[in-house]
């Protein structure tokens, strides 16, 4: 079986080194109905968000995924600092001015204004649009890929527990289409000791007996119900063989699976029947559970 599968839950990493500059693009999601994008982008580079969103959207239908981008500039000349010539002057003339009034010593040094933040402003140098996208898209593709690969291998791991699980199903399935020919054998039985205990040694009518055990038999008959699971567990099966998202499609089945299982164990009239349905069921719930990670 080619399994097609992706688990909505996955991380991918890039790195790609180009010039001075280094990027770095992490994705990771989490399980939604949706597809729900977030990104963290430094504020110099969110003109790529668009594209970045745009680009996973080819690829994942459902999961909140969000997106990490890192923008290194090595270079020495990557920022440059400019003086505020007006506020420097102003504020050693202030400074001087101070000391006259105050008969303070003129001890004003380059070290004792240096601190002031407010005498330079950092600006990063103006680097190629074209180049920066470039690389960033780039490296996002890698990263994606990675992404895709882990979602891909947890899928396996999703198929091969929900398969294992069908399979335990079908066994029980069967178990009931066993025994349930052997509950109308036994009411069947049961019956005719109690009209024999009711009427001594009269007679049994024997087409009377045959008309209850044939009602009883009606009532209580789940061949329909048990072939309907079985059609569902195999659709269920030939979806993960389907590209593309099967997600909603699981989930739907999985339901059907749950109501005829109900239906059976409402018709069925007998104990072992009903522990086997019970099995059956908390089989369902934990294949329901794996359903809703996957994509």
Known sequence: MIVTVHSMTGFGRSK???????????????NHRYFEYSSRIPRAYQFLDEKIKDILKTKIARGKTEVLVSVVNNSDNSVILELNEAYASAYVNGLRLLGKKYKIKDDLKLSSIASDKDLFS?????????????????????????????????????????????DDILEKVSAIEERSPQTVSEYRTRLEGKIKELLGDTTVDEQRLLTETAIFADKIA??????????????????????GDVGKKLDFIVQEMNRETNTIGSKAQD???????????????????????IE
């Open 222 to 243: 789940v061949a329909e119900e048990t072939v309907r699971l079985r059609s569902h567990i195999s659709a269920l099966k030939a979806l993960f063989e389907v590209d």
């Open 122 to 166: 950092a600006k990063s140098v103006d680097v190629d649009e074209e180049f920066i996208t470039d690389l960033v898209i780039s490296t996002t593709k890698d990263a994606l890929d990675s992404f895709i690969d882990a979602r891909s291998r947890e899928g396996e791991k999703l198929v091969a527990d929900i398969s294992a699980r069908t």
């Open 16 to 30: 790609r080194i180009a010039g001075s500059f280094e990027v770095t693009v992490e994705i990771k999601s989490v």
């Open 271 to 293: 104990i072992e029947i009903g522990k086997i349905v019970i099995d059956i069921k908390s089989e369902i719930e934990k294949i329901r559970e794996q359903v809703q990670n």
